[in-house]
């Protein structure tokens, strides 16, 4: 993918999710393996729970915004899952996570990039009801996944790791 300038407002969206997923790699590199079961209060979910479900999340995501009928209401959230990551297994090791998370933002981007900007452009049905563009949709999931790195982070200063942002630009 082309970095600047862009040729499509596609393109530098897929960037910002490219951006997303790295940091989400990056943070989750730094916290051992050993440390995955970890979780900050007993009902939050744990570090490869979290992980988890930003995978699962995507693969739903990118696989409704590339459909040509995509609509995320036609079924529940538990269907969506078990429809686009269904495959995956019940225990993953932190590699395997750290792995997929990279597989998935590639078929995610060929898929997307594959269905070109005209199709994002097209009105889907949100999980409100509300119909909006597949392109700020897609948007919706590039925030959900900073949200979740930020929550990665702040899981790796409570286990006394220094977040990679923070060695990153620490490093200059």
């Not at 009928?69 to 993953?92: C, H, N, S, W």
Request: negative net charge; charged residues 30%.
């Amino acid at each position: 993918m082309s970095r600047e300038p862009y040729s499509s407002l596609l393109e530098e969206a897929v960037e910002a999710w490219e951006e997303a997923r790295s940091g989400i790699i990056a943070e989750a590199e730094v916290i051992p393996d050993g440390r995955y079961g970890w979780r900050p209060v007993p009902d939050a979910r744990s570090t490869g729970e979290l992980l988890r479900h930003l995978l699962e999340s995507s693969l739903m995501a990118t696989g409704e915004l590339a459909r040509e009928d995509g609509d995320f209401t036609r079924q529940g959230y538990p269907e969506f899952i078990a429809e686009y990551a269904g495959d995956l297994p019940v225990e993953m090791e932190p590699a395997d996570l750290r792995k997929r998370l990279r597989t998935s933002f590639e078929s995610g981007r060929t898929a997307l990039l594959g269905r070109g900007e005209l199709h994002m452009l097209e009105r889907i049905r949100r999980f409100d009801g509300l119909r909006g563009t597949r392109l700020a949709w897609f948007q919706h999931l590039v925030a959900h996944e900073y949200y979740h790195r930020g929550q990665i982070a702040l899981y790796a200063r409570q286990m006394g790791i220094v977040p990679a942002l923070t060695r990153r630009i620490q490093a200059g």
